[in-house]
Antibody, heavy 122, light 107 residues
Framework: EVQLVESGGGLVQPGGSLRLSCAAS????????MNWVRQAPGKGLEWISY????????HYAESVRGRFTISRDNANNLLYLQMNSLRDEDTAVYYC????????????????WGQGTTVTVS | SYELTQPPSVSVSPGQTASITCSGE??????VSWYQQKSGQSPVVVIY???KRPSGIPERFSASSSGNTATLTISGTQALDEADYYC??????????FGPGTKVSVL
């Protein structure tokens, strides 16, 4: 079964740090680009970061650039999000999501999502 | 920054057709995907690459695009289709962008 399982969420004070993990299984992780998407309480989806299959290409949303770092460990099928200088507005459910397989430089969307991990900054 | 626009809500009677629009500058040049999110659940892709339906998604979900507007259509809407729906596109400057979401109510 294709699956993504996030972990690492919790309560953190403003200015603090947290590292989220996403464990992938059921597919060849090192051939897929990956994303982090978050959803603040009662709000819509916000894409925050993208990493290509071999970590060559990385993108961040303006709201997290310079504070968050995406990375991956293909040997162990893990995706990470290091979050520093956390703010109240970073409070959200964080999802990892798999990019739909597409030719290079094409982006069709996300076909597999984890259940999410909750980060509360307070 | 790139923005997508969706109506906040759409109401539909059971068995009728619901249409949700998504507008954005030069959207016709971008691939659009659509996600369904039911209360308390993770999003599920219902349409990707403008008009392709993943396996397991009912045929009543379809999509089209014309000019700066993409449209998700739910034909023969059922009560279980009640959810929030988000469009998404990739912009070369902003990367992935989500629309604000549309709440579909089946009344």
């Amino acid at each position: 079964e294709v699956q993504l399982v996030e972990s690492g969420g919790g309560l953190v004070q403003p200015g603090g740090s947290l590292r989220l993990s996403c464990a992938a299984s059921g597919f060849t992780f090192n051939t897929y680009n990956m994303n982090w998407v978050r959803q603040a309480p009662g709000k819509g989806l916000e894409w925050i970061s993208y990493i290509s299959d071999r970590s060559v290409t990385i993108h961040y949303a303006e709201s997290v650039r310079g504070r968050f770092t995406i990375s991956r460990d293909n040997a162990n099928n893990l995706l990470y999000l290091q979050m520093n200088s956390l703010r109240d507005e970073d409070t959200a459910v964080y999802y990892c999501a798999r990019d739909i397989a597409a030719p290079s430089y094409y982006h069709y969307g996300m076909d597999v999502w984890g259940q999410g991990t909750t980060v509360t900054v307070s | 920054s790139y923005e997508l626009t969706q109506p906040p809500s759409v109401s539909v009677s059971p068995g009728q057709t619901a249409s949700i629009t998504c507008s954005g500058e030069k959207l016709e040049n971008k691939y659009v995907s659509w996600y369904q999110q039911k209360s308390g659940q993770s999003p599920v892709v219902v349409i990707y690459e403008d008009d392709k339906r993943p396996s397991g998604i009912p045929e009543r979900f379809s999509a089209s695009s014309s000019g700066n507007t993409a449209t998700l259509t739910i034909s023969g809407t059922q009560a279980l289709d009640e959810a929030d729906y988000y469009c998404q596109a990739w912009d070369i400057y902003a990367s992935y962008v989500f629309g604000p979401g549309t709440k579909v109510s089946v009344l």
